[in-house]
């Protein structure tokens, strides 16, 4: 289908209500004013109330989604097909793909023209920083990133800053420490960059060799978040109203006693959230390998798994907005 | 969801009739009773009027289904697959987690309470013996097992007993023989233990390296059931009710030249059927590899591939009656 | 389910309108006959039209389709998908059945007779030639080949004339040059034996090593129609309505200074394009790997990917058609 005049992409249906998430991509956390921040976690808001009382609806029967996984990612693909499948849609799911005509040379501009003659908008997971974004050139259909290499992953940070914003009720005013490896981890820099757009304050507690980049630290000064460094938890957990917890990747670490070192200094426990605030939320992306203890899990702060499920709703709304049906 | 003060599962919506299955995990055979297993049938009865008339339902529409399967099963895989969606119901398809999160070193229960925050039922299947109890006791929403490693395989039991029902109209008084790897056959153990709950007489025929288990013998004679053993199916073809055939599975076998003996041995043709009863049911869990030769398949008495159709409609009925709709 | 004793199949409810498609298996373009072909074609307009306007239909609801693919092809995996799911239908996708139950020794039939448990209707992708047809023969349920080794690929045949007929209004009349493989392109041959039933005109356009075979020229010259060959495309290009482009595959080539020759010599360039007529259409089956420069894309006769659309179309037209619902 060919993309109209004023740049916007033709997907289907006229929609039923406007909004300016319709027939885009959803490829970086940049796109996002605080005003579209406020409509997807609405619409979020929305779709969680109707899993809740009715467990799906039919709002995109008819319409298919091609889940296109270059990479295994069990979580994120599963959470997507979930929620297209809650909304009423149909699934064309492609995992496994180096076996497939990608495998044969096929280019993925190509690849992506094939899927857009079949699905009405298409979910992307690729090893390559950018992939997304060349995809969503090529596509007539919206594309939405489930993350590419170690560039974004969009729809990650989406919920977890839709994860601090259900449990603590706002997000101006927040103090949030992030922890762990925040110079790989593409997790953080996405949900920092979120919270960029907040009246927020920011802690980062990381090693020395797991510091957060340079830029991303400007990106918050420029826009006047105070942003605070440390390596200890235990400098900042009395403090915190959101503790960000991220894996610790060990294939990262030339020195392996380096790493035996940091991993479990970096362990959550019991005895650690016994400092923190009564009212704070604790996260992580999962998998997990040990940064938080299993005692921890039946912590009403522990909202790791609360945020598996606002994985779902996100991604829900997500799928009904760029299909003009939010 | 929270699991309910009364030890039962939330399972979303309301029930629209209560029944003993409402909520509950399906891990092992030993957990039904004669009335839950006359329930079970009974709804499979309805199961298969239903798909014999118009096709499917929409019974469980709004339901998604999370089949995990940490080793290939098309045959089983696919029997749940087509039962959810006969059901009205959806599907995330989770096949070679080998490659997912899992092997990035998550522990079952963190992949099992992700899951549920997308699904509202899941279906495993793992190689490990008691991986889907496990999975259950940190699961809120029903867990059903598709087999694990050499443990159970509770919906084949299920499926095998409801295929005896089918093709003789009756349980009770009847003579069943099982034929081949009884030592390590998962089915034959769970079929035993099913009809150990009736008023069966039962023949085991095979040789003496595979014989079943001293275990489950006792268990027959302690529930006042007949037990015979042979290494002859020509000693017992004349006077069974069902003739239960399993493979028997080369690996086992340090000398090879004994397998190759008794590989032949037990192969079932068209000339020992001619000395079974005119009634009678042959059976098989398959896939087979010539423990049934091909000329039998158009006996009417060969009740293999029904038995597979089984298998749909007793995974029908176990989907909607945990999740309250049956 | 039993066959019929007229030889139809018998495909779970009655049809509501009877056609020669209801209950047939599709396994080779040899089978069809013009009438087919026109009502086919017909159907895949419908089909169009119904996509257009509304996305899906509720044609196959409650219909279940096993999608069995012995090899990887995301392309046609993805089409048939879809198909199903835009006519209301359920899928069980089975890829990667080198794992299963298949490679543990079981025969394609006994494989296929469970599917038919399950399912309503089974596509086959498998690598040998004629699986298909033996497939076929074991299933009372109707079998779709998705392309068996070098042999078959008739939905293939079937979206690329139905691409010929959509382009240019007609296929009587018409010049249809083939380009690249001829000596092992499937689809070249698929198409030359569907184009022999209408009144065209043949040329081939191949280097010595990749000629037509001669049983397919035989067949063209006995049906009456003009075959020319050559094995410059600038020979041609002028005067046809069709170019049909297949990809030349480098591991037919024992000598690789050979391939590089002509691999370059068959890439379709916007300054061959110059010479082509204003309304004649370009068509690849896709994958490609050079044979058509990016820069043609955007050239309105560019076919190839409005092809792969029509793959759906004609998919979900034969899909319909064989279950009695088109």
């Known amino acids: 289908m060919p993309i109209r005049e004023d740049g916007q992409k033709v997907v289907g249906l006229a929609p039923s209500r406007q909004s300016s998430f319709y027939g885009r991509d959803i490829v970086s956390v940049r796109q996002f004013s605080r005003e ?35 990479e295994p990612s069990t979580r994120t693909s599963s959470s997507f097909i979930a929620a297209m499948q809650r909304l009423g849609g149909a699934v064309i799911p492609i995992h496994g793909v180096q076996y497939s005509s990608v495998s044969k040379g ?21 090893p390559e920083v950018g992939a997304s974004e060349v995809a969503a050139r090529y596509c007539s259909k919206p594309v939405i990133s489930a993350g590419d290499g170690i560039g974004e992953h969009p729809t990650q940070g989406l919920l977890d800053l839709y994860t601090i914003y259900t449990e603590l009720g706002t997000i101006d005013g927040l103090h949030v420490a992030m922890v762990g490896d925040l110079r790989n981890g593409r997790t953080v820099h996405s949900l920092a960059r979120l919270l960029r757009l907040y009246d927020t304050r920011l802690s980062f507690v990381a090693p020395d060799l797991l510091r957060l980049p340079e830029e991303i630290k400007e990106e918050l000064l420029a826009a006047g978040r105070p942003v605070a460094e440390t390596d200890r938890v235990e400098d900042i957990i009395a403090n915190v109203d959101v503790l960000y917890v991220t894996r610790v990747q060990k294939e990262r670490f030339a020195d392996l006693r380096l790493y035996e070192a940091v991993k479990d200094y970096y362990e959550i426990t019991p005895e650690l959230m016994a400092q923190a605030r009564e009212k704070m939320a604790l996260m992580h992306p999962l998998p997990r390998v040990g940064e938080i203890h299993y005692d921890v899990d039946d912590d009403p702060r522990a909202a790791y798994f609360r945020q598996m499920e606002n994985g779902m709703y996100i991604r829900m709304a997500l799928l009904a907005a760029v299909l003009g049906k939010a």
């Open 106 to 126: 096929e280019s993925l501009p190509d690849t992506i023209r094939t899927l857009e003659c079949y699905a009405d908008v298409i979910v992307l997971r690729h």
């Open 36 to 70: 579209d921040l406020a409509y997807i976690m609405g619409v979020a808001d929305e779709m969680r109330s109707i899993v809740k009382r009715v467990g799906a609806t039919d709002l995109l029967k008819g319409y298919v989604l091609a889940n296109l996984f270059y």
